[in-house]
């Protein structure tokens, strides 16, 4: 059983930093993509990051510039550095692990933002 684990959300002033985690448990053969999502109050969950196998990265337009994700040399743990956070950057964020057809999600991590 594959279980992505989120870790290092809390509270930040903004203009602050901090960094995600995400460790995955389990078998990961076959991982296609990594990808961090938030979900603000009343919003919609929204992609934030992607990183997938190959190395290939894209990023929200909202967060270009202030966020990277990067993972470890087996993708088995994967970052989000968050810089110049705003308080618009307010949420849970999730790690999701696409290993084919399946998608895992770990259960979030809040992350606020004070002005």
């Known amino acids: 059983q594959v279980q992505p684990v989120e870790s290092g959300g809390g509270l930040v002033q903004a203009g602050g930093s901090l960094r995600l985690s995400c460790a995955a448990s389990?078998?990961?053969?076959?991982?296609?993509?990594m990808h961090w999502y938030r979900q603000a109050p009343g919003k919609q969950r929204e992609l934030v990051a992607t990183?997938?196998?190959?190395?290939?990265?894209n990023y929200a337009d909202s967060v270009k510039g202030r966020f990277t994700i990067s993972g470890d040399s087996a993708h088995r743990t994967v970052y989000l550095q968050m810089n110049s956070l705003k308080p618009e950057d307010t949420a849970v964020y999730y790690c999701n692990l696409r290993i084919g057809v399946a998608a895992y999600w770990g259960q979030g991590t809040q992350v606020t933002v004070s002005s």
């Open positions: 389990g078998s990961i053969l076959g991982y296609t993509a």
């Open positions: 990183m997938t196998n190959t190395g290939n990265i």
